[in-house]
């Protein structure tokens, strides 16, 4: 139940990259996977149905007979974005005080015996933009799962005796994480990032916050945002669609309705970076670290770039982009990415690096040159643009391939782009052009303001006589290198045009 904060070692992006891999092969081989008697694999248009009740509970239903399995999965859109600092990390609590006592279930050793009678297998996690709590079970327990359901989502029984237990358990995630040197960098880049609101970017939460938690909190939350109409029910597995929209009209038709929780509450924006940050953290780690962070796409305000986004991103992380030969074949770096996350409320663009000490000047520079180069036209290739595409939507066909795993995958676009965004995703990240791509970098990367920080060990900043100024100092004379350049090569470019056409002339 621990929420992703620092996203670095994340199973499913390794999964990811084994399958691209695998999936590079295929293209490169141009083998096509054949599909058993002449069926089509469908398209998630095709697989999801969806009916939204009157009380506003939307339920999507995800069948798949080929097990006898069902999954029973509740969405609510709250998370770290809801968040003042006096609730950080309140989401998170709120997520542990779910599997406990409700108003049909006294306790949470009744609550756990009853999950065993039923055979469920169940987990919940905490992000920025959802909060989901999901059960499997066996179909034969379909109906019972679902009342079961009904009765924790509806009736939470915050009982103080386990309130207090469950903060020293949100306790020990926060102790874990804070044994990672990642974890503080993370914290520290994000502070400078989402300057005027950080607890609304942490899901896994503040310490104070968290033993500073009550009763009257988790209620008041409950109130908010555990209500239909900011809800959604996720039934994937073994089950007809319309008798699992019957039984859950039948069952969560009376939820009761409640205010639309961002019209009466609204969360405020972030606002945009004013200026470039520069910062060191100290740390016990074996090589520096290095990131760079802009504000990117909001998937509610600019869908188009959040589409340009996956698609340079997937291009910069193969090793036969420029990106990965200059930096990690070139030795420069350990290693390097660039990445986007997609929120409806500003998504974060990281490009980091690992990087040996004595090479950090040079990795930096080249790391800065690279971001600048990315409007270049040739930077890459038309194959490179129209491969990424090609795996980016086998791996959307990857991904739907454990149906209780895909129903996490929809819960999540559900939440954060609406349902319509992952149903058009393919279409989209297909219809991406170099124009795109090209927009999505001048407007969130170019010469906007960025968050930098470098994470090393005691003996890493007083080998290199690094701090906070001296960084700073180093980034500015970099750019100021690479202006100088740049405005170099546009001068030649000119005059070389210029020559072209006397000649022409001539």
């Keep these: 139940m621990t929420p992703n904060t620092l996203r670095l070692a994340d199973g499913r992006a390794a999964v990811r990259r084994i399958i691209a891999a695998l999936v590079v092969a295929l293209v490169a081989a141009s083998t096509l996977v054949a ?17 939204t009740l009157d009380n506003g509970l939307e339920v999507i239903v995800l069948p798949d007979p080929s097990l006898p399995i069902v999954t029973i999965e509740m969405a609510v859109k709250n998370g770290a974005f809801t968040e003042p600092p006096k609730y950080n990390g309140l989401s998170h609590l709120y997520e542990h005080m779910f599997f406990k006592g409700n108003a049909v279930i006294p306790n949470q050793e ?22 989901n709590y999901f059960f499997t079970l066996p179909k034969d327990n379909f109906e019972e799962g679902m009342e079961f359901m009904y009765n924790a989502i509806t009736s939470p029984k915050f009982d103080e005796e386990e309130f207090e237990k469950e903060k020293k358990v949100v306790i020990g995630e926060v102790d874990r994480n804070e044994s990672n040197p990642y974890y503080w960098f993370g914290q520290a880049i ?43 029910l996720l039934i994937a597995g073994d089950v007809e669609p319309e008798k699992a929209f019957e039984i859950a009209k039948e069952m969560y038709g009376e939820w009761e309705k409640g205010p639309d929780p961002f019209e009466k509450w609204p969360v405020p924006e972030h606002p945009e970076l004013k200026e470039k940050s520069y910062l060191t953290v100290e740390r016990d780690v074996k090589v520096p670290y290095v990131q760079f962070s802009w504000h990117g796409p909001s998937v509610t305000e600019d869908p188009k770039a959040t589409y340009a986004a996956d698609v340079l991103s997937f291009i ?40 040996a000490p ?25 194959e490179q643009l129209e491969s990424a595409k090609t795996i980016l939507a086998v791996q959307d066909t990857y991904d739907r391939e454990k149906t209780s795993s895909f129903a996490h995958t929809v819960s999540f676009w559900w939440a954060t782009a609406g349902l319509d965004y992952y149903l058009d995703y393919v279409e989209n990240l ?26 090393l060990s005691k003996e890493q900043k007083e080998q290199l006589g ?41």
């Design 110 to 131: 009744a609550y756990l015996e009853r999950m065993r009678e039923l055979g469920i297998v169940f987990n919940g996690t905490t992000s920025t933009e959802r909060v």
């Design 35 to 51: 599909v058993p008697n002449g069926a089509e694999a469908k398209e998630p248009r095709d697989l999801i149905k969806t009916k």
């Design 358 to 382: 004595q090479n950090l000047k040079k990795a930096i520079r080249a790391v800065l040159e690279e971001i600048h180069r990315l409007e270049d036209p040739d930077y890459y290739t038309d």
């Design 316 to 355: 910069l992380s193969q090793p036969t982009s420029r990106f990965q030969k200059r930096l990690v074949e070139s030795g420069l770096t350990l290693g390097a990415g660039i990445s986007y996350y997609t929120q409806a409320r500003t998504g974060p663009i990281n490009v980091n690096a690992q990087v």
């Design 190 to 232: 994000e502070e400078k990032l989402w300057y005027a609101h950080p607890s609304r970017k942490d899901p896994l939460g503040d310490r104070k916050s968290v033993l500073g938690a009550t009763v009257d909190q988790m209620n008041t939350m409950q109130e908010r945002y555990y209500v239909p109409n900011n809800s959604a």
């Design 466 to 506: 690094l701090t906070d100024e001296k960084l700073a100092e180093m980034v500015k004379e970099i750019e100021k290198e690479l202006e100088a350049e740049r405005a170099g090569e546009k001068s030649k470019d000119k005059a070389n045009v210029e020559d072209s056409g006397e000649a022409n002339e001539s």
């Design 430 to 455: 297909k219809a991406v052009t170099r124009a795109d791509i090209a927009r999505y970098v001048k407007e969130y990367i170019g010469d906007d303001p960025y968050v930098m920080g470098v994470l």
